[in-house]
């Protein structure tokens, strides 16, 4: 009984050696393809970086167009403002309402 015991237990160290061998065997398979996946996505990162700058640079040229149409269409705002209170200027002069009124009496 004792031998049989013996046997399990060193087969069982064994087995446990074994695990463990192949855990870091694993771990080193992991960290090489880690590895080899870093030295192949450099290029990529590059180029992602490339388009980025580009992406970058047209957002900054579209803001500024933006603010020009902004401007401009602030000053056309503004204009229409002018145009509508000298409108309501010319409507509300003495004269013109006199004439106005002329016109009605004469029909």
Excluded at 30 to 35: A, H, L, Q
Excluded at 60 to 67: A, L, N, P
Excluded at 88 to 106: D, I, K, T, V
Aim: aromatic share 8%; with cysteine.
């Amino acid at each position: 009984m004792g031998t049989v015991a013996l046997i399990v237990f060193l087969g069982s160290l064994g087995v446990g050696l074994i695990c463990l061998v192949v855990l870091v065997y694993s771990a080193l398979r992991i960290y090489r393809t880690g590895r080899y996946a870093y030295k192949d996505s450099q290029p990529w990162v590059a180029l992602i970086k490339d388009y980025l700058e580009n992406f970058q640079a047209t957002a900054r040229i579209m803001e500024e167009r933006v603010q020009g149409i902004n401007r401009t269409s602030q000053e056309i705002r503004e204009s229409v403002d002018d145009i509508r209170d000298a409108l309501e200027e010319m409507n509300s002069h003495p004269l013109l309402r006199a004439a106005h009124l002329a016109g009605r009496f004469r029909r």
